[in-house]
């Protein structure tokens, strides 16, 4: 036998490698199945994964590594079993003879671990190198092993396996390339740990989230060795009878046994197993296709051409091939191949139109740059120039530009892109030239909506507010009676622009709102990147965090994936926020990666607006000299920006008013509200100069009304909290008047914690299916956002023990699902943010204790009964910890305070009713002395003084016979101020 099963061998984690917390929750929580296999080629981190989910469940594991000859099936089950055994402490018989067939072995084998007390994990790792008995051992064990048993795999394909019966039935999880390469940003945190955060993009776009790619890239050691190098010492490890031919299957982009066949590729029959096993970066995308990584097809093409001849052959017959598949895009690539220029001119005819109003700017950059340019005629280089500025390469869209111009072939359109491009690199009174210099090369009658875009932005850039409106109301007009949808979207994307410096704050939201929704309606996604990107910055304003975060999240991949400018952008929206949230550090260290990523683009205005920021921090931080350094650079980016005037005589009135300078502090925050600023700018000043105007006796009228217009309704804006130190109260920045109570928006959860549990959406009863999941749904609903430890402490009463951290992870997991099978349209019911739990801030709350909390605020006579109404009997009381008690305890004294208040106001002129309510406290209560009295109270109101003395009659006998007690000196004098005879 030469595979060994092994506990104590799990192997030991490297020393830089990366945590998949996402894929170790996958597998721990999919108890259910019976075989979890993770099928992919080498260099994606299946043992490793393995590993690390053995070494960090609680369930016992057995490991049981593959060598390169066949497993002996007898000796491995008896070790298995002796090895399980010993997981589960007890003593078992074994004896597997060698006469048996494997599979029966195997069978027997199961058998036996069918009657441990413990379930167990069995780890198989590089199934690929088992021989085919113990294969046929593998088989039987996966088929025959008890409910609660599990099988978990590793290998680089199912080829070997036969998984198909598991997956018809349910009980099998397949983990591919596609799960286990690195995510986006799990490329970025692995880099990150190695100290380089620049490239962590281009990388995992190079690498295709290769995690041995990454990995090597990581390591440093690509100055001498690249990822490529992994590739071709797999390549180089492959029989000479495939090693050439495999270099011909460079000439397409998908793999497969009958794309070889057709182009007449002599590999030999086992080509596409013997690579798999070869660990080459191939991902399955289904119906038999393999899509090869761009590093393995780099290597190939290189090495086919060394032979020109075959490459002009293979790549003519691939073109031919894939075109009459209407794989037009593959198409173009191998009549470029195949210098067949005519040919790919007229597959790119059909491809770019498709992608222009798809907005794929990437790929059209892709496309085009690999025309040569002597192909290309001027109307393709102006599409490949805007291809380019909208992918981060500005200079370079502007070089082609600027060419074209100066030959006089640039048309109104390629204008526009000019236009822009000199806008964003910081010119916009050049921006505005040129814009209207395209508007003259018009014909009589032709209209280019994009110029008259170009106009608006410089104008408003400038501070040209009301030469910009007619402009953006053109537009707005034409796109509306004449315009395509996609120039309705132009329209209101600059409508909201100008909206939001004329600070009509309530209307730009519901244009940005209609722009997103007709974008989403077109299905481009690429151009609500910039609308989105704004809408989260107004969330977080308005204090919706959650929201903002969720959308900044939705464009960051995008963004990503496409290679937008706007990347820059959205790093810088993610600071703001966590400026917003006093995370000072991070907001920092964000604000750094965004202007490395606006300097690589050219992006000059924006790294003015990102220093600006960074001023900002540091002014927070008490860093002046930096804070100075740091501004001075900002201001000689964006001296041609009027609204980058702002932030001097902001930071200077804050620390003026640091310094104590009332007076000289409010006219340098004048001067910010003077010109339109951003709006977290404009709020915090006005908020600054309202605290200011209180303190010095100046009329604060009008300086309230403009706050109140800023925050548009939104007076929890984190932003208010940002110089609160600096203002005498809190309070004296938010309106005067509180706004009415703003209706429920969103779905409603209602919860009933008195009396017993109950949850419910509109009527339907919400099914909780662990007693555990309602402790800290009502934890969370009574305590709001909450730490693991905190919750755990209480519902553990403070056993800090794995098994229970294990138990509230399975609590939580269960709750999200329950509460997502009422609530689909809610992302994540329980999200953990940072360090906490919470109830998602899209469901509505209503929660019966609030009621009763209410009537103690504002003991009306409609709250009071509202609330001793919802006291059906004690707080959760199936639940025995003291957490629950303490609650129990409160809301049911409350709840009598409630009644005895109720009680005492109805006493004289309705004490029937007074009396229900005596009576209903002492259910509560059965030995209650104000309630006692209040029915000896009513008793003589209702029948004079027979009646009270019965009623106390009653409570003596409960006070001595019951509790043993002696009767209340209180009660009894004033039952007898009453007439009863009380002795």
Same mark, same amino acid.
């Given at each position: ?6 506990? $104590?061998?799990?192997? @030991? ?36 994964? =393995? ?36 997981? *589960? ?73 036969? =998984? ?119 991902? $399955? ?26 490459? !002009? ?49 990437? +790929? ?10 002597? #192909? ?16 981060? *390469? ?26 822009? &491009? ?25 209209? #280019? ?41 132009? &329209? ?32 481009? &996604? ?88 960074? #001023? ?101 804006? $984190? ?7 600096? @203002? ?18 969103? $779905? ?67 709750? +999200? ?132 003395? !019965? ?24 039952? +007898? ?7």
């Amino acid at each position: 036998m030469t595979g060994t099963p092994t506990h $104590p061998w799990i192997p @030991r984690p490297l020393r830089f490698e990366l945590a998949r917390p996402h894929l170790i929750q996958k597998l721990s929580e999919t108890l259910h199945v019976t075989v979890v296999a993770l099928l992919a080629p080498s260099g994606y981190g299946k043992s490793t994964l =393995l590993a690390q989910y053995a070494r960090s469940t609680l369930r016992p594991v057995v490991w049981v590594s593959c060598k390169e000859d066949a497993l002996d099936p007898w000796q491995l089950s008896e070790m298995l079993l002796q090895m399980a055994a010993q997981q *589960a402490d007890v003593q078992v018989q074994t004896g597997f003879t060698t006469t048996l067939p494997a599979a029966t072995t195997a069978r027997r084998l199961a058998a036996e671990l069918s009657r441990l007390n413990t379930n167990l994990d069995f780890v198989f790792d590089d199934v690929d190198l088992m021989g085919e008995e113990a294969l046929q051992w593998l088989h039987a064990f996966m088929g025959s092993v008890g409910e609660g048993h599990r099988v978990l795999l590793c290998a680089y394909g199912p080829e070997n396996l036969r =998984l198909a019966r598991f997956l018809a039935e349910g009980t099998a999880l397949i983990l591919d390339t596609h799960e286990l390469a690195f995510h986006p940003e799990e490329t970025a945190s692995f880099l990150q740990l190695r100290g380089l955060r620049f490239t962590q993009e281009q990388v995992h776009h190079q690498l295709e989230g290769w995690p041995a790619g990454i990995a090597l890239y990581a390591a440093g050691a690509t100055q001498h060795y690249h990822p490529t190098d992994l590739v071709k010492e797999a390549v180089g490890r492959l029989p000479r009878a495939l090693q050439k031919p495999l270099c011909e299957l460079a000439v397409v982009r998908m793999w497969s046994e009958e794309v070889v066949r057709q182009l007449e590729i002599p590999l030999p029959e086992d080509w596409l197993e013997t690579l798999l096993h070869a660990g080459l970066p191939l991902t $399955p995308v289904g119906n038999a296709l393999f899509k090869p990584h761009q590093v393995l097809l780099s290597h190939l093409g290189k090495e086919l051409q060394r032979d020109p001849e075959r490459l !002009q052959v293979l790549s003519e017959r691939a073109a031919t091939l894939l075109e009459r598949q209407g794989e037009q895009g593959q198409a173009y690539h191998a009549y470029l191949q195949a210098r067949r220029y005519t040919d790919a001119l007229r597959v790119l005819e059909q491809l770019v139109p498709q992608l222009e109003q798809q907005k794929d700017f990437r +790929r059209l950059r892709e496309l085009l740059e690999k025309l040569p340019e002597s #192909c290309r005629a001027h109307p393709l280089t102006i599409t490949l120039a805007h291809s380019l500025i909208q992918t981060g *390469a500005i200079r370079q869209g502007r070089v082609l530009l600027e060419s074209l111009r100066g030959q006089g072939k640039l048309t109104p359109e390629g204008y526009a892109f000019l236009a822009s &491009a000199t806008g964003r690199q910081g010119n916009p009174e050049q921006q505005l030239q040129l814009a209207l210099e395209g508007k003259n090369r018009l014909q009589t009658g032709e209209r #280019c909506p994009r110029l008259s875009w170009q106009v608006a932005s410089a104008l408003m850039t400038l501070g040209r507010y009301s030469e910009a409106e007619p402009e953006v109301e053109s537009l707005l007009q034409h796109a509306e009676e004449r315009g395509t949808p996609d120039e309705l979207g132009m &329209a209101l994307t600059m409508q909201q622009y100008l909206l939001f410096a004329q600070e009509r704050y309530a209307e730009q939201k519901q244009v940005l709102t209609r722009a997103v929704r007709l974008y989403d309606s077109l299905g481009l &996604a690429a151009q609500n990147i910039p609308l989105l990107l704004m809408l989260a910055e107004i969330e977080g304003l308005e204090g919706q965090m959650e929201a903002a975060s969720s959308h900044l999240q939705q464009i960051r991949r995008l963004a990503l994936e496409e290679g937008s400018v706007y990347l820059p952008q959205i790093t810088e929206c993610h600071a703001t926020l966590k400026f917003w949230e006093d995370e000072l550090t991070t907001a920092l260290g964000l604000l750094e990666d965004a202007l490395k990523q606006a300097e690589d683009m050219g992006l000059r205005l924006f790294c003015a607006q990102i220093q600006y920021r960074m #001023c900002d921090v540091l002014l927070r931080q008490g860093k002046p000299e930096l804070f100075q350094q740091t501004l001075e650079e900002a201001e000689r980016l964006g001296a041609s920006v009027p609204l980058y005037g702002t932030y001097r005589p902001f930071f200077e009135g804050v620390q003026a008013l640091q310094a104590g300078q009332l007076q000289e502090a409010f006219a340098l925050l004048r001067q910010v509200t003077e010109r339109p600023p951003e709006r977290q700018y404009l709020v915090r000043a006005l908020a600054l100069m309202l605290d200011i105007a209180k303190r010095l006796g100046l009329d604060s009228t009008p300086i309230q009304s403009r706050l109140d217009q800023a925050l548009a309704g939104c007076t929890s804006s $984190p932003v208010l909290q940002l110089e609160q130190h600096l @203002r005498l109260s809190a309070q004296e920045v938010k309106p005067e008047e509180t706004p009415p109570a703003k209706p429920l928006q969103g $779905p409603v959860l209602n919860l009933r914690t008195l009396g017993g549990f109950a949850a419910e959406r509109d009527g339907q009863v919400l099914r909780i299916s662990l007693s555990r999941s309602v402790e800290v749904l009502v934890w969370l609903a009574v305590h709001g956002p909450s730490t693991r430890d905190s919750i755990v402490d209480a519902l553990w009463e403070g056993s800090s023990e794995e098994k229970n951290y294990d138990y509230f992870r399975v609590a939580v997991r269960r709750l +999200r699902a329950d509460l997502q099978a009422v609530f689909p349209e809610v992302d994540n019911p329980v999200p953990f943010d940072g360090s906490v739990y919470r109830l998602s801030g899209q469901l509505q709350l209503q929660l019966d204790l609030h009621t009763i909390q209410q009537a103690m605020e504002q003991p009306s006579a409609e709250h009071l009964k509202a609330a001793l109404d919802l006291y059906r009997g004690d707080f959760l009381p199936e639940v025995e910890t003291e957490w629950a008690s303490v609650l129990r305890e409160e809301y049911r004294e409350k709840t009598i305070h409630i009644g005895l208040k109720l009680a005492t106001e109805k006493l004289r002129e309705h004490p029937l009713e007074a009396m229900t309510l005596y009576r209903r406290i002492l259910k509560i209560d059965p030995y209650h002395q104000g309630a006692y009295l209040g029915v000896m109270e009513t008793a003589h109101a209702i029948g004079g003084i027979p009646a009270a003395q !019965q009623a106390f009659e009653h409570y003596r006998t409960v006070m001595e016979q019951e509790l043993f007690e002696e009767l209340d000196p209180v009660v009894v004098r004033k039952v +007898r101020d009453l007439g009863v005879k009380a002795h």
